[in-house]
């Protein structure tokens, strides 16, 4: 039998850090189960006054096993028990850019960055081809995307990413911010904001980035695309292209107001997800998922559960209070996920 202790990442938020070991373990299984790997038996462990997770494992791991742990939101550091010393093992971090893209951003309302990051885990890892998420060909689809958590997570992966919202203001500001982020970073881009038309109809604005990591990946070619298209989310005819997305994840309105958003945005995210969920589903492959973060006080469980049954997906089975969390008073937070097709 093999220890191995992850430390986890220190969470900038005090609230998500006392449920980071939990959901970490949590996360940690529908990995394992994604990526079909031997499951390890995990627990949380206190060593010295410092928090890991244990993964106990028959066999040594493979560095294919090490390369799916290093993707986990919260892996820090990874050592391998021997007696009462632990010896490191090098993670293979995914991160393409400068951690201060995802973290720079702070405004009422921002979805935390780990959760973020571990709901877009957790849904890849529920598709047919979780191997995308890894290898970069993942294509992901945030259709309520805010001022773009999701979206600089899937630049950090490498991964190209489609984003939407209706308010204009979180367009405006992402806009604002990610084109001075790659002009900070002297990174070789192209970043084009236009109107968004079909047919002669006006349908918001749109914002479209070419970006390369380096200056040698932008001469071979290995460039990522992010769209930020400013329409309604509910209305996506002619804007997405049917099933070329791989996993669609977002995190619905929690119906707690921040800011001034208009009567459109404030309905009961169920009203707004029945709306919206067949034009999700008609961009999506088959073998795709979709990975939803929610507010349990406003959509029970249960409910959201059986729209996206109504709308022809799968769930995906586990432990119902797996990642459940109090993020306050009026938030309790949880995800789901389905799969279209078996
Ligand atoms: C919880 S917030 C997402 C926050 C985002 N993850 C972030 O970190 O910035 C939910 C978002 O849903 C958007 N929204 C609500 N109704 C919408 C609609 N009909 N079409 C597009 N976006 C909508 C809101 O504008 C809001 O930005």
């Known amino acids: 039998m093999t220890e191995h202790l992850m430390l986890l990442a220190p969470s900038g938020n005090r609230v998500y850090a006392a449920d980071a070991p939990r959901l970490a373990a949590a996360e940690l299984r529908a990995l394992t189960v994604g990526f079909g790997l031997a499951e390890p038996d995990v627990l949380t462990t206190c060593i010295a006054g410092v ?112 984003g939407v919202d209706l308010d204009s203001k979180d367009f405006q500001a992402y806009s604002a911010f990610i084109k001075t982020w790659m002009r900070q970073h002297r990174l070789k881009h192209s970043a084009d904001e236009s109107s968004l038309r079909t047919d ?68 009961s995210p169920l009203d707004l997800l029945d709306r919206a969920l067949p034009e999700w589903v008609r961009t999506l492959r088959t073998g795709g998922a979709v990975g939803l973060s929610y507010n349990r006080h406003v959509a029970p469980r249960d409910e959201l559960a059986a729209l996206l049954v109504t709308h022809g997906l799968t769930l995906v089975d586990g432990d119902p209070d797996a990642f459940r969390h109090r993020v306050d008073a009026s938030i309790d937070r949880d995800l789901l996920v389905a799969r279209k097709g078996r």
């Open 51 to 162: 928090d890991y997770l244990s993964l106990r494992t028959g066999d040594e791991l493979t560095s294919w096993e090490v390369r799916v742990l290093s993707q986990l939101s919260a892996a820090y550091a990874l050592y391998r028990r021997e007696g009462d010393l632990l010896a490191p093992v090098a993670l293979q971090h995914p991160d393409r850019y400068p951690s201060d893209l995802v973290t720079i951003q702070k405004y009422q309302g921002k979805t935390n960055e780990q959760w973020t990051r571990l709901l877009l885990n957790v849904t890849a890892a529920a598709t047919a081809t979780p191997d995308r998420l890894l290898d970069g060909t993942l294509r992901v689809l945030d259709p309520m995307c805010g001022r773009g958590t999701t979206l600089n997570i899937a630049l950090s992966l490498g991964l190209d990413v489609t």
């Open 200 to 267: 002669g109809r006006g349908r918001g604005r749109q914002l479209r980035i070419e970006v390369a990591a380096s200056k040698d990946d932008h001469k071979a070619g290995r460039t990522q695309r992010v769209i930020y298209l400013s329409t309604d989310t509910t209305d996506l005819d002619g804007l997405i292209r049917p099933r070329s997305v791989d996993v669609i994840v977002t995190d619905t309105p929690y119906g707690v107001q921040h800011g001034s958003h208009g009567d459109r945005l404030a309905r």
